[in-house]
């Protein structure tokens, strides 16, 4: 088994910062796609970022030049994310995945919230 555990998230003023954070543990050595997603209220869950296995990211538009998705040698996955604007709330989520089976795992969430 696999579980992911997300933490980081918080309330913070528009043009501020937040650095998310994702705990893997478990089963977790062919696990070569980690991202992040998000959900608003009354939308659906939208993707953020990827990174691979070799370290290559992507990025959804909406957020690219503000957030940096990163991994470190214990497999925490995190998302920096900077210039946050009103729109970026949501419930931030992520995901573990084998490309290629249908192993793909999923974290509890955390609540990010950009208020005045």
């Known amino acids: 088994q696999v579980q992911l555990v997300e933490s980081g998230g918080g309330l913070v003023q528009p043009g501020g910062s937040l650095r998310l954070s994702c705990v893997a543990s478990?089963?977790?050595?062919?696990?070569?796609?980690r991202a992040w997603y998000r959900q608003a209220p009354g939308k659906g869950r939208e993707w953020v970022a990827t990174?691979?296995?070799?370290?290559?990211t992507t990025y959804a538009d909406s957020v690219k030049g503000r957030f940096t998705i990163s991994r470190d040698a214990k497999n925490t996955v995190y998302l920096q994310m900077n210039g946050l604007k009103p729109e970026d709330t949501a419930v931030y989520y992520c995901?573990?995945?084998?490309?290629?089976?249908?192993?793909?795992?999923w974290g509890q969430g955390t609540q990010v919230t950009v208020s005045s």
């Open positions: 990174i691979i296995t070799g370290g290559s």
């Open positions: 995901k573990g995945q084998v490309l290629g089976t249908m192993r793909a795992y």
């Open positions: 478990g089963s977790i050595s062919d696990i070569n796609f």
